[in-house]
């Protein structure tokens, strides 16, 4: 079965107050792991977990956390669009399978709803951004942390229980075995909201979502060194085979070569000596 309709737009449809806004997908990772750790760390106990992933190689990168989450909570459904082994069953956790052009492929989304906590990640990924060109004229894929992606972040607990509803009503069309138990959840979670409740503090959430920012940053820096000097690199070779294609004087070739290696290092002196057959790597 391949659904078409937009879990987002749906939620936009129920709350037309809300107001979209856009992620990068290094974004949306760090909000999700903060929101899982918010339940792993007992922020959420006793909650109901609803997350939708993409495609199955993301979601077998935090299973494990789901793994942990399920000792916790009765009520975790996870679904993604399966590429190997992922299908629908019902082991520590609900798993819910969709199909690769189901409208799911192209969404992102993650909620908690518990008696002290609530809160809801739900967006729909932006058309694919366009492949670059690199010098040589080939198409060049954008980083897949500059995906984006549009939706909405909120504590808000009665928008956290509409994405709620929604998802297991979707999650009802997948699976229409767990009726029942959807319709336990929908009692203990959605139904019946405490009109008054005490909140979690925020600061811990707070902490571990400028954490994840932060690591995630740290990886895109030495993600940018590490294409850089590989730019470096094909661009010295580059220079000397087209000193080497242009001149058969070796030592015209051997004066590009030095200058090359020369700024390349950041030296002033850069000497070549012949090597021998004998001489050992250093």
Request: hydrophobic residues 40%; neutral net charge; contains cysteine.
């Amino acid at each position: 079965m391949s659904i078409q309709t937009s879990i987002l737009e749906d939620l936009l449809h129920r709350s037309p107050q809300l107001r979209p806004q856009l992620y990068f997908k290094s974004s949306l990772t760090a909000l999700s792991h903060a929101m899982e750790d918010q339940v792993l760390a007992g922020g959420a106990q006793h909650s109901l977990v609803i997350a939708s992933f993409q495609r199955e190689r993301f979601y077998r990168q935090e299973s494990h956390r789901y793994e942990r989450i399920a000792a916790l909570t009765s009520h975790v459904y996870v679904l993604a669009a399966p590429e190997t082994s992922f299908a629908n069953a019902s082991n520590e956790y609900e798993t819910i399978a969709f199909e690769p052009d189901d409208q799911l492929s192209h969404e992102w989304h993650l909620v908690v709803i518990g008696r002290n906590y609530a809160a809801c990640l739900i967006c729909q990924e932006r058309s694919n951004l366009p492949n670059t060109k690199s010098k040589d004229g080939l198409d060049v894929p954008a980083m897949d942390q500059t995906r984006r992606f549009e939706g909405i972040w909120t504590f808000d607990r009665q928008v956290s229980c509409q994405a709620a509803d929604i998802l297991l009503d979707r999650i009802l069309l997948y699976r229409p075995e767990l009726k029942r138990k959807i319709q336990q959840a929908k009692d203990l979670f959605i139904a019946d909201t405490p009109s008054r409740m005490q909140e979690v503090d925020p600061d811990p959430f707070a902490q571990r979502l400028v954490t994840y920012l932060q690591a995630g940053q740290y990886k895109l820096l030495k993600a940018y060194r590490s294409i850089a000097a590989q730019e470096r690199r094909e661009r010295l070779v580059n220079l000397i085979t087209g000193a080497m294609r242009q001149s058969l004087d070796p030592d015209e070739i051997f004066r590009v070569a030095v200058a090359e290696l020369g700024e390349a290092m950041h030296v002033c002196r850069c000497l070549i000596y012949r090597c021998k057959a004998n001489d050992s790597t250093t």
